[in-house]
């Protein structure tokens, strides 16, 4: 029962594992009036962004329920609007994303170990990739950690939810429902967190799949979730809004409303209610034995509570902490004790906060650290000790806290030499394509990791004694943004960090590969450096020797690297060998202002392809959009790369340019593209090439992007393997400069690709023809049309996926769509040298 306990408890601590935010005192007054209510709402979907924040606003701040919401995936699968992270960096990015978003709107967060391996078009497929009783598995988990009692899915389970997750997220609520609560269903799991049993679960039903339904459907019930809080001072719309808008790499800002927010939910499982969710569910203290001593406790320090004074009612909570301590263990104790603690924190205004000189150290390695403690009330406080178990270092350091007379400790301790390195663990370990592989069981579930150094503060107000955890973290002032922080990280000593993500090779030439070490330790280091290469490859030298003298210095190592003599492809990785260790980490960051800094250490890797491939032209106009790697691939081809901006794009600079690219959703994203898409055109019509990658159908006119009447759709194939037939063998497309044949479809990753054309003019050639089990032949992925002298060209092909990736095939192609044309246009004069 202890592990179910602390489980439970771990999830609402790392939410707020951040720098201590004083509560005003409206917000402690709601916090109290929470503290009466012991009920509790998990809501269940697929992907960040998937939850209804209207919902989870209204039931954690005006019902004042436990809330929860529990996402299948980390949204690893989608798009990123605001950078080129993509993949499992972007399912880091919505994790933090998420967590922001409940911070705001007072959520918890859950994650399953599944994988958003793209868009699925059924349950099943998902089920498939997944593996289902796996990701049942975890939900289950959930369910008896969490110990909901009513559970809301925001998807019908049936094809009207749109998406395979989606559909999927409704079927493993419905059917871990009945499993939570039998002994004989993941019975390991049992003997940790015992059964559960929910009253009722609904779906929380959305008006594009049921546009009928309202207040007297049979079945449902509605709430309106836009009321005004006026402790809070806003409409849960408004605070939703804010939540949800924290979802930015995926463009989901929202204005705030105001005003009857009418909400449906539909009967699904358990017992059915008429007019409330938690009809039958026990919410006041009398659900608890002996819970019937609290409940007026509470009450008196809710009438006593002065905004002027909130530390005058510690005392009271100090009494309703020693009441709940007498009650028998389970998961509303520990919520309510936990509640109650954190409540008598902010009351005194207490603030405690651990710093460290830097935000990385190695492990046995010394950090400075400092510990700053304010007693902002009149209570009579004494700080008894201090610990930190990740440290060589314990403390008895005693003193009295005066009235806002801070005290501040400095030390010098040393991380154990057992630690862990950071980075978020569900990347710990290599998983396959539909989970991930989590070896520390009792992670699964949590949003991240712990924090990597915990501080216990063992304190006495008048003679109770009070314990306190916070992390250590690292603070800065940025001159513009001011005081910023991030998390403390342990770290290998030294990265590795290689400059290319892919190398293509040519020819059985060598090519430069420079790996830059970096050394993240307070001590001189020396070590080795090689590489270890795909058979048939060596480099020269095949080993460097470095010395480091202290943190943060950095010095770049270069290796010729021989290829194979014929085409192959493998990996190269670069490895370090430091006192007797094996270190192949590379760094990477994820820095956005809305999310705190985020360290991967990821194995040093690059995609290394030999390959015999061809290209025509020498400059490439490229246009961003989302953030995309497709300028990498590019000068990876050997091409010359004009990242152009806005105002560069003008008749006269496209002249200079053998092709022009525009990035994926470049006209959902970049406004600016509309005004000069005429320019764009007659640059095709004089005898340009212009490769256009997707967009969604919409944010532009529909007849300004082409110059022949082209139309979106939502098609895609989503099976990565599924067979793709050519349509036009003899099209130049596909012969020149590079043979391209059904072979050069392997190894794609997952999806073929999306939001296909599904209609257009005669003047566009279709190139290739594909679709996934079941369905009707898609020919939009590529279409080529002559337009005046040159090539205009829509693809929605996922080569923004498969380009970092290092697939030979998505190369090769690529490399024929920016010479459409090249090979009939006469020698470009030596006046043609330079962009700019």
């Not at 909400?263 to 026990?282: C, L, N, P, T």
Request: aromatic content about 10%.
């Amino acid at each position: 029962m202890k592990k179910l306990l602390w489980a439970f408890l771990l999830f609402p601590i790392l939410l707020h594992a951040q720098p201590s935010q004083q509560p005003g005192a409206a917000q402690i007054r709601l916090k109290l009036k929470k503290l009466n209510f012991l009920g509790s709402v998990l809501y269940v979907a697929a992907h960040p962004d998937d939850e209804n924040t209207k919902v989870i606003t209204y039931l954690a701040n005006d019902r004042l329920a436990t809330t929860a919401y529990l996402s299948l995936t980390r949204g690893d699968g989608g798009q990123n609007l605001i950078g080129a992270e993509i993949g499992e960096l972007l399912g880091v990015i919505r994790t933090q994303e998420l967590l922001a978003a409940r911070r705001i709107d007072g959520g918890q967060q859950f994650f399953t170990r599944a994988i958003d391996f793209g868009f699925s078009k059924s349950a099943d497929e998902a089920f498939q990739v997944w593996g289902k009783d796996k990701v049942l598995e975890d939900v289950v988990k959930v369910f008896r950690q969490y110990q909901p009692d009513v559970i809301i899915t925001r998807f019908p389970p049936d094809e009207r939810a749109g998406h395979g997750h989606h559909t999927a997220s409704a079927v493993l609520a419905g059917e871990a429902f009945d499993a939570a609560a039998k002994a004989d269903v993941f019975p390991a799991q049992v003997s940790e967190t015992g059964t559960w049993q929910a009253k009722r679960l609904y779906t929380n039903t959305g008006r594009w799949w049921n546009k009928e339904i309202n207040e007297n459907s049979p079945g449902v019930i509605s709430f309106d979730v836009g009321g005004y809080n006026r402790l809070l001072g806003k409409s849960y719309s408004e605070i939703s809004a804010l939540s949800s808008s924290q979802h930015k790499s995926q463009g989901w800002g929202r204005r705030g409303e105001r005003g009857y927010q009418p909400e449906f939910f539909e009967f699904m499982k358990g017992e059915k209610a008429d007019k409330d969710i938690f009809e039958g569910v026990a919410t006041s203290w009398a659900r608890v034995k002996g819970g019937e001593r609290i409940q007026p406790l509470v009450d008196k320090a809710i009438r006593d509570f002065r905004e002027e004074d909130p530390a005058a009612i510690v005392p009271q909570l100090f009494q309703i902490r020693k009441e709940i301590n007498t009650l028998a263990d389970g998961v509303w104790k520990k919520r309510k004790l936990a509640e109650t603690e954190q409540l008598i924190q902010d009351c005194l205004g207490l603030f405690i906060e651990v710093t460290g000189s830097h935000y990385q150290a190695s492990p046995g390695e010394q950090i400075k650290t400092y510990i700053e403690v304010v007693n902002r009330s009149s209570a009579d406080i004494r700080l008894l000790n201090i610990q930190a178990p990740a440290l060589q270092w314990d403390t008895v350091y005693s003193a009295e806290l005066a009235s806002n007379k801070g005290i501040q400790i400095r030390s010098v301790p040393s991380l154990n030499t057992s630690l862990s390195y950071s980075g978020p663990y569900w990347l710990a370990e290599s998983h396959d394509v539909g989970l991930y592989n989590v070896t520390k069981k009792e992670y699964i579930g949590l949003p991240e990791n712990p924090p990597a150094v915990d501080f216990t503060f063992n304190i006495s107000v008048a003679g109770e004694p009070l314990v306190i955890k916070k992390p250590l973290i690292y603070k800065w002032v940025d001159p513009v943004k001011g005081e910023l922080w991030r998390p403390f990280e342990i770290v290998p000593p030294v990265f590795l960090n290689q400059t290319e993500k892919v190398i293509i090779f040519n020819s059985a030439q060598p090519k430069d590969l420079t790996v830059v070490i970096k050394s993240s330790s307070e001590k001189p280091l020396k070590g080795v450096l090689s590489l270890e290469l795909p058979k048939g490859w060596r480099s020269e030298p095949a080993s460097i020797n470095f010395e480091l003298a202290r943190r943060d210095e950095e010095q770049s190592k270069t290796f010729s690297v021989f290829p194979s003599s014929s085409e192959s492809a493998g990996t190269i990785t670069a490895v370090a060998h430091v006192n007797g260790k094996k270190l192949s980490q590379a760094l990477q960051l994820i820095s956005y202002d809305h999310i705190p800094v985020q360290t991967l250490m990821p194995k040093s890797e690059v995609a290394a392809v030999r390959l015999d491939i061809k290209k025509e032209g020498r400059l490439v106009g490229y246009i961003r959009g989302a953030g995309d790697e497709v300028p990498a691939a590019l000068k990876n081809m050997g091409y010359e790369v004009w990242e152009m901006k806005d105002e560069e794009v003008t008749p006269f600079n496209l002249k200079k340019t053998d092709a022009v690219v525009l990035g994926v959703r470049a006209l959902n994203t970049n406004k600016r593209i509309r005004y000069f898409m005429d320019d764009l055109l007659a640059y095709v019509h004089d005898g340009g090439t212009l490769v256009m990658q997707y967009n969604i159908n919409a944010d532009f006119g529909k007849d300004q992007f082409s110059p022949f009447p082209l139309k979106l759709s939502r098609d895609r194939v989503t099976e990565e393997n599924s067979a793709v037939r050519i349509l036009k063998p003899g099209h130049d497309v596909l012969n020149t400069p590079n043979k391209i044949t059904a072979k050069d479809f392997e190894g794609w990753i997952q999806e073929r690709g999306l939001y296909f054309p599904n209609q257009w003019d005669p003047a566009f050639e279709a190139i290739l023809s594909m679709n996934d089990k079941g369905e009707t032949p898609k020919d939009g992925s590529l279409l080529v049309a002559k337009y005046g002298q040159g090539y205009y060209v829509y693809t929605g092909l996922s080569f923004f996926r498969e380009l970092p990736e290092g697939v030979s095939g998505a190369y090769k192609l690529f490399a024929n769509l920016v010479s459409l044309g090249q090979h009939k246009k006469p020698e470009s004069p030596k006046a043609k040298n330079k962009a700019r």
